[in-house]
């Protein structure tokens, strides 16, 4: 797909360069011929009053005319080939890079489409899979029944949080603005602590937090949204019981949240593409932490939405830092 319309936007280029080309050369040669012909004949009207031989002049008149103007019209179609040749070349790299964005944007989309029919398929097959299996049995008993209703309960919770999430995610990249109040950022954070803390991996953990008094602009569902994603994952891929710390400080006119956890790190490979919908880091592969890999996605939006950014420091099997910048209000 991407071959063809990289085919006809360079000939599409090479057409509009061409046609430039050659409308300018034509017009060159007109004007050219047109003035070279004047020359000859103010040259011709000259030696016409000098007495000299009339046929002869006006023979070698239209003889230079005839030889400069073939010159210049085979000097022309030179500078065209060329011009064809150079057009080519640029057209297809500008072509290439044109369609660059729209390609990796295309791969981008199948990849998030392919993920989450995956995400999709897994709980829904589960649940066909088990409800066909009780359906098969005359008498399945009421213990079978309320252990495949549960387990068929979870997976729908399972779908209901990605649609959610995917919602979320899409609701961000159309909005135009976020609704923005001021908030106290320790305030915020507080409160996601203590909502994090009344989860059962939060009461395994540990969480210290050292906070300043700073004001932002922005929507404090989302940003609650954000701080507990960072701290729910620093609990989930970090060692039950170990150190989870969480800072607020200043750095000129922004504010900067910071979270540390004692986990298994990320691999310097992955940690450009950890921002990616459905993307989950290789060294998370061996941990029982599990997710959609849509959290970190959903916090880069809402972040960039606020006009400030993330990003993760990270050394593998030491830890992982992330820092979200806002600007204060």
Request: glycine content about 6%; overall charge positive.
């Amino acid at each position: 797909m991407f071959r063809s319309a990289l085919l006809k936007l360079t000939v599409g280029y090479v057409a509009i360069v061409m046609l430039l080309s050659l409308t300018l050369s034509v017009v060159l040669y007109h004007f050219a011929t047109v003035e070279l012909k004047e020359g000859l004949n103010r040259q011709y009207t000259v030696l016409i009053g000098s007495d000299h031989d009339t046929d002869n002049i006006l023979g070698l008149s239209e003889e230079v005319f005839s030889g400069r103007a073939s010159q210049l019209y085979f000097d022309l179609v030179y500078f065209n080939v060329v011009v064809l040749v150079f057009a080519g070349i640029g057209s297809y790299g500008l072509a290439r890079r044109t369609l660059k964005p729209i390609e990796a944007a295309h791969r981008a989309q199948v990849r998030f489409t392919a993920h989450a029919s995956h995400e999709l398929r897994t709980p829904l097959a589960a649940i066909k899979a088990d409800t066909e299996s009780v359906l098969m049995l005359k008498n399945p008993g009421v213990k079978l029944l309320e252990k495949t209703l549960k387990a068929n309960l979870r997976d729908v919770e399972h779908i209901e949080t990605l649609a959610n999430r995917l919602l979320e995610v899409s609701r961000l990249k159309s909005a135009n603005t976020l609704p923005k109040s001021r908030i106290r950022l320790e305030n915020l954070i507080q409160s996601c602590i203590k909502r994090i803390k009344r989860t059962p991996a939060g009461k395994l953990a540990k969480i210290e937090a050292d906070l300043s008094d700073l004001t932002v602009k922005g929507d404090p569902v989302s940003l609650e949204l954000v701080v507990t994603t960072i701290l729910d994952n620093a609990i989930k891929y970090s060692p039950r019981e170990s150190l989870v710390t969480i800072t607020l400080s200043q750095e000129g006119h922004d504010a900067i949240v910071a979270v540390h956890d004692a986990g298994p790190g990320i691999a310097p490979e992955d940690i450009d593409h950890v921002f990616e919908p459905f993307y989950r880091s290789k060294s998370l592969n061996n941990t029982k932490a599990k997710g959609f890999g849509l959290g970190l996605s959903l916090a880069k939006e809402i972040v960039d939405a606020h006009g400030g950014t993330i990003r993760i420091e990270s050394v593998d099997a030491q830890g992982t830092r992330v820092l979200v910048r806002l600007p204060i209000a």
